[in-house]
């Protein structure tokens, strides 16, 4: 029988994990291992209510354990699976091997109920970047399944508290037990399944989340959001806050917007603060994405009664060192162009399944799909389907994405970082790298960046029910 592409590909996609293994005479690297253990737990999501939560986690622990590397180390994590389903690990802005990504039938074989996979990679960047199953994502990160992984930067700014907070959200029946209505059309071909408790680390948003100061202290502050759907607006009251870095990249620091710092799923940002409130004082930070409602609070940034450990902040640089990216040449660089139709009120009337012209209604009702890239529409993970597109490896590529829908969509690109150029058109000033990038309805959105790394790339909106309901394509590099 003949071999087919993608067949072709997981086989060089294997090859390469193996061949990124250190050869024999190679000096060795430090390696870092963790172990995870994904099944279902019970946990107290409410330490004032002592009704208990069924989740899937890992390691017994919600969220998972954080994963904390340095640049340069090997890191080896070994998952043993105790679901009733399959699983994967996908380690979300890491540029790792292609075979080492976590995508179900376009990277590896799913990890079967009782079965385990050792995930081995070196880690080339540092920043703040989290973990999640690609298999059945729509579900299984709702349920529970993510973490934070954090590598240490070699001359990170000096701070005196480094807290990572994971913001998510979960649905909840009256008995405090998840509500099992995953995989809607009415989720997919809209905003997506949200939660109707907000959880920070795990646990109730409210005042009683703290994150507990002394006066005069620099707080690092690394927000994640893992929700499945939900955005972000994040307020932090009485505090002026500079953002360092966007999805694990250093930026240069800029003040915080003033009306909140927008999250979409899969994003990340990192804040250094100084505290420079009297002791004893506590403070809000509130989650402000929907005005018309009222502002929910996430936690307080809370003064201890000690005297200030300094009357005036440190003066020492905030800037987050950056990782050596491979930067695009605009000059010499191909363009390419992404449009994304459809959803509930959206077109195209006609998309393409298999290859095979339908109507948006019969996609919908018949193959449970409400998106199309390209006039694509694919189920997850684009089994059946060719790549959105072809690119040889070292290739400078400008990636036009035109949004013709009526909705947001966080797009996040494996294996590379891109700058974002342009928003409509208007050059954007900071040019930050990100692997995650909000495209707002009805607008137009310019990245760019080198294909340098081998394999096939999934390619896919953050909002998972999105990406089942058929924004999810991959791009092929080779």
């Given at each position: 029988?003949?071999?087919?592409?993608?067949?072709?590909?997981?086989?060089?996609?294997?090859?390469?994990?193996?061949?990124?293994?250190?050869?024999?005479?190679?000096?060795?690297?430090?390696?870092?291992?963790?172990?995870?253990?994904?099944?279902?737990?019970?946990?107290?999501?409410?330490?004032a209510n002592p009704q208990r939560s069924t989740v899937w986690s890992y390691n017994e622990q919600f969220p998972g354990p954080l994963l904390r590397f340095r640049r340069g180390e090997r890191a080896h994590i070994?998952?043993?699976?105790?679901?009733?389903?399959?699983?994967?690990?996908?380690?979300?802005?890491?540029?790792?091997?292609?075979?080492?990504?976590?995508?179900?039938?376009?990277?590896?074989?799913?990890?079967?109920?009782?079965?385990?996979?050792?995930?081995?990679?070196?880690?080339?960047?540092?920043?703040?970047?989290?973990?999640?199953?690609?298999?059945?994502?729509?579900?299984?990160?709702?349920?529970?399944?993510?973490?934070?992984?954090?590598?240490?930067?070699?001359?990170p700014p000096k701070v005196d508290r480094d807290e990572v907070w994971l913001l998510s959200d979960i649905r909840l029946d009256e008995q405090r037990q998840q509500v099992e209505d995953f995989g809607r059309i009415l989720d997919l071909a809209n905003d997506g399944r949200r939660g109707n408790q907000l959880l920070v680390n795990g646990l109730a948003a409210g005042p009683d989340r703290r994150i507990d100061v002394r006066a005069g202290e620099r707080l690092r502050l690394r927000l994640i959001n893992a929700a499945s759907a939900r955005f972000f607006r994040v307020v932090l009251e009485g505090h002026a806050a500079s953002i360092v870095a966007w999805d694990g990249q250093g930026v240069t620091p800029h003040a915080a917007p003033t009306d909140g710092i927008v999250l979409g799923p899969g994003m990340r940002v990192d804040l250094i603060i100084d505290c420079m409130q009297r002791p004893g004082a506590r403070f809000e930070i509130r989650e402000a994405?929907?005005?018309?409602?009222?502002?929910?609070?996430?936690?307080?940034?809370?003064?201890?009664?000690?005297?200030?450990?300094?009357?005036?902040?440190?003066?020492?640089?905030?800037?987050?060192?950056?990782?050596?990216?491979?930067?695009p040449d605009l000059d010499k660089a191909s363009d390419h162009y992404i449009m994304f139709q459809g959803g509930m009120r959206g077109s195209p009337t006609i998309g393409l399944i298999d290859g095979k012209p339908s109507r948006i209604q019969d996609i919908?009702?018949?193959?449970?799909?409400?998106?199309?890239?390209?006039?694509?529409?694919?189920?997850?993970?684009?089994?059946m389907h060719e790549p959105l597109l072809n690119l040889s490896r070292g290739e400078h590529v400008i990636l036009h994405m035109v949004n013709e829908t009526d909705?947001?969509?966080?797009?996040?690109?494996?294996?590379?970082?891109?700058?974002?150029?342009?928003?409509?058109?208007?050059a954007n000033a900071l040019r930050e790298w990100r692997d995650t990038v909000i495209m707002a309805p009805r607008s137009s959105l310019d990245v760019a960046f080198v294909a340098e790394n081998p394999g096939e790339w999934m390619y896919h909106c953050h909002i998972l029910d999105h990406a089942a309901g058929g924004m999810m394509g991959t791009i092929v590099v080779e």
């Open positions: 029988m003949p071999i087919h592409r993608r067949e072709f590909l997981q086989s060089a996609a294997a090859l390469g994990a193996a061949l990124a293994l250190p050869a024999a005479a190679a000096p060795a690297r430090k390696e870092s291992r963790y172990e995870l253990i994904p099944s279902e737990f019970k946990v107290q999501l409410d330490p070994a998952v043993q699976n105790r679901l009733a389903q399959d699983t994967t690990v996908h380690w979300h802005g890491l540029r790792v091997p292609n075979g080492m990504d976590g995508v179900p039938g376009v990277t590896q074989l799913p990890i079967a109920s009782g079965g385990r996979f050792d995930y081995r990679f070196d880690i080339k960047d540092s920043g703040t970047f989290w973990y999640h199953p690609h298999q059945a994502s729509f579900e299984q990160v709702p349920r529970g399944l993510y973490g934070a992984l954090i590598v240490e930067e070699d001359k994405g929907r005005p018309k409602l009222s502002t929910m609070v996430l936690g307080v940034i809370a003064y201890s009664t000690q005297a200030p450990l300094r009357s005036a902040p440190l003066t020492t640089s905030i800037a987050v060192p950056p990782n050596a990216l491979p930067e919908m009702a018949k193959q449970g799909l409400a998106w199309t890239m390209n006039y694509n529409a694919q189920h997850e993970h684009a089994l909705f947001v969509h966080p797009m996040h690109l494996h294996g590379h970082f891109f700058r974002v150029l342009a928003v409509n058109g208007a």
